[in-house]
């Protein structure tokens, strides 16, 4: 969803969007969870702000919010439910537009969506829903808020996604619940993880 540090480099923007399809502090960071939240702080452009149709997880990740960035990129790339992503229209060094088929669906199986994506590096970064061969609606965020000085990160996820079919939303929400939740912690162990070892060869163990 080669890396440019600036914006965003194809590649990665590719596989950013990609799982939030399916999910979908400074002073008062929290250890991770996931709950139904209205987003609309968090994604200025969100069409739906019924809070019902949202779900969000938030977790507190010991690294810099640079390394989060970096291990968001890493880590859905590797993404097993994305067949494929193209860069369709590069608009800006910091949005494109996006084909993704995506696989392993609940109750659809797959879909082709051209998506829209933003990125502030280190920051945030904004997707939706342009058009879909099944999908009725699909938006998100990530939001990364630096804590502790800049030496932890607390990371968010927010999403909305809507199949245009007479499926529960209580039951799609706690599908997105436990996809978020398992992203944001495979988020968390990879940052952790890479931060200490720079901070080993840097000869700074990281705390």
């Excluded at 914006?7 to 399809?21: C, D, T």
């Excluded at 949202?54 to 977790?59: A, F, L, M, N």
């Excluded at 439910?81 to 993704?100: A, G, H, M, N």
Aim: charged share 25%; glycine share 4%; hydrophobic share 40%.
């Amino acid at each position: 969803m080669a890396v440019s540090r600036s914006g965003f480099s194809i590649k990665r923007a590719g596989a950013i969007s990609l799982i939030s399809l399916f999910l979908i502090a400074a002073g008062s960071c929290v250890e991770s969870s996931a709950k139904e939240l209205n987003p609309a702080p968090h994604c200025p452009e969100a069409k739906v702000k019924d809070p019902t149709q949202w779900v969000h997880g938030s977790v507190l990740i010991k690294a810099p919010p640079a390394e989060v960035w970096r291990s968001i990129h890493e880590e859905r790339a590797k993404d097993p439910d994305l067949s494929y992503s193209r860069v369709i229209e590069q608009i800006s060094p910091t949005e494109l537009k996006l084909e993704q088929k995506f696989n392993f669906i609940p109750v659809i199986g797959s879909s082709v969506c051209l998506m829209s994506q933003k990125e502030i590096e280190n920051e945030r970064i904004d997707y939706a829903l342009l058009h879909s061969d099944r999908f009725k609606a699909m938006e998100g965020s990530w939001v990364l808020t630096s804590c502790d000085e800049g030496r932890k990160t607390k990371l968010e996820l927010s999403s909305h996604l809507d199949l245009g079919l007479p499926v529960p939303r209580a039951f799609m929400n706690g599908i997105s619940t436990k996809k978020i939740q398992r992203r944001l912690e495979n988020v968390r162990r990879m940052a952790e993880w890479n931060f200490q070892k720079v901070a080993a060869r840097a000869g700074h163990p990281a705390e």
